[in-house]
């Protein structure tokens, strides 16, 4: 057999088939081998076997992306954006359901592709030029039926596509493995990944495998805290052969020292910072699956005076207020944000907020703007209600007694809000740690000052 410094002889390389064992193993073991060596290898291949290369991923993977060994129930791909953990993902589930030969099973029958949505396990983790029908040979390739919302191999196997945006559709199905994509932006986390857990119940050893970039969510800390799990982590870079150097340079010179680039370039789990005014969990908790009847609802506006790239951006916030029981609480709708727009951009997302969510008023901070605001929005729609609102102490302290009605569950979330969160998160009583201005916090400061503000006195907002 093949000894460190050897290249694999004909009769070990011979076969053209992927799945058997000899041009796989001998492609793991030269791929760390010099230059030299890996080049008489390719060299001594036939043309089947040069064809079939490209989908022996073992030959190909970074360290991060290969399963690790043990006895594992979930192995944790957590690296930055563009790291390729989607490959990775897809690879995992060719290994778990391909056998030797197109027609042989592999270790796994039944298998769930489970990400936010729907659409998005489609056209990422199916379709996407990373998803599997990208990653297999065609011999292997499954067919995609889309009526069944399913891919079916030559040997049988099968890969369910579900959202865990409907978690319920998961209570039915059983699985002996599942790809779950980037489970910390999925906004019913927890609901859909217990489900996911009941449904992981075939075979003899059911595993899955989660890609996503890190957030301080508290069902991935959970899992990662678990001692049944595994984890892999990789920075962007680790993936630079594969993408834009423009990207990687413009990436880091806007968000490298950042606390984001540390999350999405990185890859690294934050912990919650000292003095911060939210935390993740927090917010993590007080997120609603579905929206209320409100009894009013405000756009919120920060706005940018310029519309030059390194400007800051335009907050935008929409929330709504809902009687509970004797009491009132808010509903933070949407972050409807917007960056390097002109003031009519801005204006027109404004307006385009207010409509979409049938807003009674429009709020904005102006501070720096002075009339801006209100000469762009009435001269688009004259008939818009609006309210002007002047700062007069700094930004945490403005924040405070927001995050206070926080700590009384009196506010919740709904959707994706990702971008709000993570500045909220950066907001400490001393100021705001991350890069630029907060933006989004201010806008959200001023939307729930205005709903609660009036109607609810005794939650002690009090003028800004």
């Given amino acids: 057999m093949n000894t460190a410094e050897s290249v694999p002889d004909e009769r070990e390389s011979s076969p053209s088939t992927l799945g058997q064992p000899g041009l796989r193993s001998g492609a793991a073991l030269i791929a760390s081998k010099p230059d030299e060596i890996r080049e008489a290898f ?127 559709h998961m209570r039915g199905p059983q699985f002996d493995a599942a790809w779950v994509d980037e489970l910390a932006k999925w906004t019913k986390a927890r609901e859909a990944y217990d489900q996911l857990q009941f449904a992981l119940r075939l075979g003899d050893r059911p595993q899955q495998v989660i890609t996503t970039t890190p957030r301080n969510v508290t069902v991935l800390k959970q899992i990662l805290d678990a001692g049944s799990t595994v984890v892999t982590h990789a920075p962007t870079e680790a993936n630079k052969d594969n993408l834009a150097a423009s990207f990687l340079e413009e990436v880091r010179s806007r968000y490298g020292n950042t606390r984001m680039g540390r999350q999405e370039l990185d890859g690294i789990l934050l912990d919650d910072l000292d003095g911060a005014l939210w935390s993740a969990s927090m917010l993590e908790d007080l997120r609603v699956p579905e929206l209320p009847a409100f009894e009013r609802v405000v756009v919120a506006v920060d706005p940018a005076v310029t519309s030059k790239k390194a400007s800051d951006a335009c907050g935008i916030v929409v929330a709504g207020l809902v009687r509970s029981g004797k009491d009132w609480e808010a509903v933070v709708i949407e972050d409807a944000t917007v960056e390097g727009a002109s003031p009519t951009g801005w204006a027109h997302a404004v307006l385009a907020a207010y409509e979409r969510h049938g807003a009674e008023r429009v709020v904005a901070e102006v501070n720096q703007g002075g009339d801006l605001v209100e000469t762009l929005i009435h001269q688009l729609d004259p008939l818009v209600p609006y309210r002007s609102v002047h700062a007069s102490r700094g930004k945490a302290a403005r924040a405070e007694p927001v995050a206070a009605l926080y700590e009384q569950g009196r506010v919740k979330h709904y959707g994706a809000l990702g971008p709000l969160e993570d500045q909220m998160c950066q907001m400490t009583v001393t100021g705001f740690q991350g890069s630029g201005s907060p933006d989004r916090v201010d806008a959200l400061v001023w939307a729930l000052t205005e709903l609660m503000g009036a109607a609810a006195p005794q939650a002690r907002i009090r003028t800004l």
């Fill in 42 to 168: 390719l060299d001594g291949l036939s043309d089947e076997e040069a064809s079939a290369l490209p989908f022996l991923f073992d030959f190909w993977a970074h360290p991060h992306q290969l399963p690790p060994a043990g006895d594992w129930r979930s192995w944790v791909i957590m690296g930055g954006r563009g790291a390729g953990k989607t490959r990775a993902g897809a690879e995992w589930v060719r290994m778990m359901v391909e056998g030797d030969m197109p027609g042989d099973p592999g270790r796994a029958r039944r298998v769930a592709l489970v990400g936010e949505t729907f659409d998005q396990v489609r056209d990422v983790m199916i379709f996407g030029d990373s998803g599997i029908l990208a990653c297999s040979p065609p011999d292997r390739r499954p067919e995609w039926q889309a009526t069944r919302r399913r891919l079916v191999w030559p040997n049988g196997a099968i890969a369910e596509a579900h959202s865990a945006s409907s978690p319920e």
